[in-house]
T-cell receptor, first 112, second 111 residues
């Protein structure tokens, strides 16, 4: 069984479109995250939810909106996509906010 | 100064040698330290974590933490070509409920 899963794995879209990425974890963890990894491979946190409460909201354009319907799911919706949004987006989860994080397989977003 | 600093590499070592990867951090109050490995096109996977000063060994891997000098290192003994990957150091900084990652060191193990 996959511990942290993301869909879709690849996403190719046009500038200006709106898209969503979904994440699910079956580890029973309380905390989930979204990271962006750019072309230079730097892994930067975007959002973190603990027990469905937003606890980290980094300096991210408000075109990005996370939603956590329950502890096992964390989705990322992106409005008005821009070229600079092209990156790999990773979801991760951990038992608590300072514990070991387990990553999903990533979603490679390409904005044309 | 970056919060978590790593040499980007590539660090090239021959097969069978010891690879030494280093990481420094700026927040003296940092509590927990993690090493992740990321193969090209894949997601980061945990190698090991360390909380206390000193060494922690797990198979061919040894993590070393020196809080006074604010560095953490990862030694890989008997390096194999399959160890070729980017190694990410991550730190839990004071009062921050998340990991802060370094930019990673790319390791190449030459057969």
């Amino acid at each position: 069984d996959t511990a942290v899963s993301q869909t879709p794995k690849y996403l190719v879209t046009q500038m200006g479109n709106d898209k969503s990425i979904k994440c699910e974890q079956n580890l029973g963890h309380d905390t989930m995250y979204w990271y962006k990894q750019d072309s230079k491979k730097f892994l930067k946190i975007m959002f973190s939810y603990n027990n469905k409460e937003l606890i980290i909201n980094e300096t991210v354009p408000n075109r990005f909106s996370p939603k956590s319907p329950d502890k096992a799911h964390l989705n990322l919706h992106i409005n008005s996509l821009e070229l600079g949004d092209s990156a790999v987006y990773f979801c991760a989860s951990s038992q608590d906010p300072t514990g070991t994080q387990y990553f999903g397989p990533g979603t490679r977003l390409t904005v044309l | 100064q970056k919060e978590v600093e790593q040499n980007s590499g590539p660090l090239s070592v021959p097969e069978g040698a010891i690879a030494s990867l280093n990481c420094t951090y700026s927040d003296r109050g940092s509590q927990s330290f993690f090493w992740y490995r990321q193969y090209s096109g894949k997601s980061p996977e945990l190698i090991m974590f360390i909380y206390s000063n000193g060494d922690k060994e797990d198979g061919r891997f040894t993590a070393q933490l020196n809080k006074a000098s604010q560095y953490v290192s990862l030694l890989i003994r008997d390096s194999q070509p399959s160890d070729s990957a980017t190694y990410l150091c991550a730190v839990v900084r004071t009062g921050r409920r998340a990991l802060t990652f370094g930019s990673g060191t790319r390791l190449q193990v030459q057969p």
